[in-house]
């Protein structure tokens, strides 16, 4: 195990900097949130989750696919260069990190490797940082994910005394301490601090099985009541990774292109005829607990929440899914 | 006398009781001590639930419209803001009045839920106002069917003691120039996810549809671009000039913290000046300055 | 909507409205000309644009 002092993180993140685009939470607008690195910046590595997840850096908000050229008949496409950029991701906790590993999940198995995806993720090194201190909206613990030692990651790190503790995971992490050089130290016997216990606690046992009950229980129409069906939950979820496909045109080319769509908006099921077989927030809300509840375990064998607790905590009227799993579990079929 | 929540614990177990309303909106507790979100109580016996307490922030009036096709009687309690809220949807013909029994509560400002999240509850006693309610004039409804009487204590305030600063952000970002003002609003929007919370909150935003749900019909792409954002940021505030009641639910709700009342403010400041002083949800029987043509309206492009 | 647009930073004459009859030919001739010119002087629009 290695350590570093509190003042030398900067010049280890801009020695890594000097082969990769290194995005390391930093403080924007009072929040702290994934930003690369320019030396500039105020790290903001001690304070918690940062307002985004990482999940743009791997499924951006929109990404252009293919350019196309009409010449009368005939159509010509022009794919795009690969993405070849070369990215160190610090700080990330143990909850966006197992989201990664759902993400994968969805591009990356099941007959269909998606390149776009693909190569962001090959080409981005890990460095997680285990949670010591709690947050009141996390509940991981109760998707087994531990929050003193993430899974995926190629360097852990832990807050230690004065700085921080890390250790190399995979071989790539190895070649990222050998960069650091002797901006590093034997840690000695120094161990790392015990992981955050994280605010909420909710036992998730039993609640897929029950909703494969539940589709038309009078429950989803109370709980969404309140709902303003806004899509702040879904576009702050670390594993949300719905995307439309859509054009823009001008005369005779264009791009085609992807951008996060959410299962809370009226347009997101609606039929070219104009049916919309979710037409009620209602719908829309039993959909997203269900497709991270019951149909993504179904299918991945996992739950597709990690627990960051960034929806219930941005939520404008406070819709909590650990007390949806709570009363799911509660309520009589 | 007993305190505001209990009387509204009683009127609602009244008010469903007698079959007088089949629902009663209010607030009730969330997930954490600076929570208290939108509660929907249909049965009297439910009616504990409600609670009256510095962080009933959310504007209820939105809601009426899910019930805008119902045949329901909906109680609904309103603080200043609320009420503004019922009076624009009852100005745009989105509600009929004797479908909605509102019970009108003095508000004395609403807390930051945000910080105090951040000072922690031991320190509850020092959480500021919410922004939106730095600068309101009108705390007390404007509208109601019964008001709820509480003897005003420490916590009571003077509606016009607060109002001065209202434009101090729109003023601010005027002084600017051009360039500035463009890299003002091009960080703040450039952030947005367009996850229309703003939209949604909003009371005076009640097309049947919206045209950001319209990604087809070519006006407002998908993109989370620049283009793409600006154009959303500046047709939603457009699109409620001369109606917007300036509660600040818009701002409080956007999970990005972008300044989104000071686009509705500029407008409102344009139009005090183009059209006279006029405040949104006020008084049903006065127009909205943009509802209504007079001949000698001022016209800035005929020079 | 002029002082909005001029509010977020664009120049505000890049927005024009004009009350034309259809019997009025000549004013509409006029008015595009002045307004084409005004434009030409500010430039292309640099601002709003996502390559930028």
């Keep these: 195990m290695l350590k570093i002092g509190q003042d030398k993180l900067p010049e280890l993140i801009s020695a890594w900097a000097g082969g990769a685009r290194v995005f390391v939470p930093q403080e924007r607008e009072g929040t702290s949130i994934f930003t690369p690195w320019d030396g500039k910046g105020k790290l903001t590595l001690g304070q918690g989750n940062t307002l985004e997840p990482p999940k743009d850096l791997f499924f951006p908000r929109t990404e252009a696919m293919y350019r196309y050229q009409v010449n009368g008949p005939a159509a010509t496409l022009e794919t795009l260069p690969p993405l070849e950029e070369k990215r160190v991701l610090v700080g990330i906790r143990s909850c966006d990190a197992r989201s990664l590993l759902i993400m994968d999940d969805v591009f990356l198995t099941r007959g269909y490797v998606d390149e776009f995806y693909r190569q962001r993720r090959e080409n981005t090194r890990i460095v997680a940082l285990a949670c010591n201190e709690a947050q009141p909206a996390c509940f991981c613990t109760a998707f087994g994910i531990d929050p003193g030692r993430a899974e995926g990651a190629d360097v852990q790190m832990w807050p230690g005394e004065g700085g921080y503790l890390l250790e190399a995971i995979t071989d790539a992490g190895k070649e990222l301490l050998k960069q650091a050089g002797n901006l590093l130290e034997e840690a000695g016997n120094a161990h790392p601090p015990a992981a955050a216990a994280p605010g909420l606690q909710v036992d998730t046992g039993g609640v897929t099985e029950k909703l494969q009950r539940m589709f038309e229980h009078p429950y989803w129409t109370a709980v969404s009541r309140k709902c303003l069906g806004c899509g702040a939950c879904t576009y702050l979820c670390p594993t949300c990774h719905c995307f439309d496909i859509q054009g823009e045109n001008q005369g005779d080319s264009g791009y085609k292109f992807r951008c996060w769509d959410s299962c809370m908006f009226s347009e997101y099921t609606r039929m070219a005829g104009g049916h919309n077989p979710r037409p009620s927030k209602k719908e829309r809300l039993r959909n997203r607990f269900l497709h991270k509840l019951q149909y993504f375990p179904e299918r991945y064998g996992k739950f597709a929440c990690v627990g960051c607790g960034r929806c219930l905590d941005r939520c404008p009227v406070n819709v909590d899914i650990t007390r949806v799993i709570r009363e799911v579990k509660e309520v009589t079929l | 006398m007993s305190s505001l929540q209990e009387q509204m614990r009683t009127r609602a177990r009244e008010l469903l009781s007698k079959k007088e309303v089949q629902v009663v909106i209010g607030w009730e507790k969330g997930t954490f001590w600076y929570l208290s979100p939108p509660a929907f109580i249909t049965d009297p016996d439910d009616c504990e639930r409600l609670v009256w307490d510095e962080f009933c922030t959310n504007n209820l009036a939105k809601y009426l419209l899910d019930y805008k096709l119902g045949e329901e009687k909906i109680a609904l309690f309103v603080k200043g803001c609320d009420a503004r809220g019922v009076n624009r949807l009852l100005q745009d013909n989105q509600f009929q009045r004797e479908r909605v029994y509102l019970i009108g509560i003095n508000c004395s400002g609403v807390k930051d839920g945000r910080r105090a999240a951040a000072l922690g509850e031991a320190r509850r006693a020092e959480v500021p106002l919410a922004e939106k309610c730095l600068y309101c004039t009108h705390p007390g409804p404007v509208i109601y069917d019964e008001l709820l009487q509480e003897d005003r204590g420490a916590g009571a305030r003077e509606a016009a003691a607060t109002a001065e600063g209202r434009f101090a952000m729109v003023e601010k970002i005027e002084a600017m120039n051009p360039d500035e003002r463009y890299a003002f609003w091009t960080s703040q929007y450039d952030r947005c996810l367009r996850c229309y919370a703003c939209r949604n909150i909003c009371p005076a935003c009640n097309c049947r549809e919206c045209i950001f749900d319209r990604s087809q019909s070519g006006w407002c792409g998908k993109q989370m671009s620049r283009s793409e954002n600006q154009f959303f940021a500046i047709t939603r505030a457009m699109h409620v000039a001369g109606r917007c009641i300036e509660c600040g639910e818009c701002e409080r709700v956007c999970p990005e913290g972008i300044p989104i009342m000071a686009l509705n403010k500029k407008i409102i400041k344009d139009l005090n000046e183009l059209f006279g002083e006029y405040e949104a949800g006020l008084d049903l029987e006065v127009r909205p300055p943009l509802g209504q043509y007079d001949l000698n309206d001022p016209d800035e492009f005929h020079k | ?52």
């Design chain 3, 1 to 52: 909507m002029q002082r909005v647009l001029q509010f977020m930073g664009l120049e505000p004459e890049r927005l024009q409205a004009r009350w034309v009859s259809g019997s009025e030919g000549p004013r509409f001739a006029q008015i595009i000309t002045q307004i084409t010119e005004e434009i030409r002087a500010l430039g292309p629009n640099r601002k709003l644009r996502d390559d930028a």
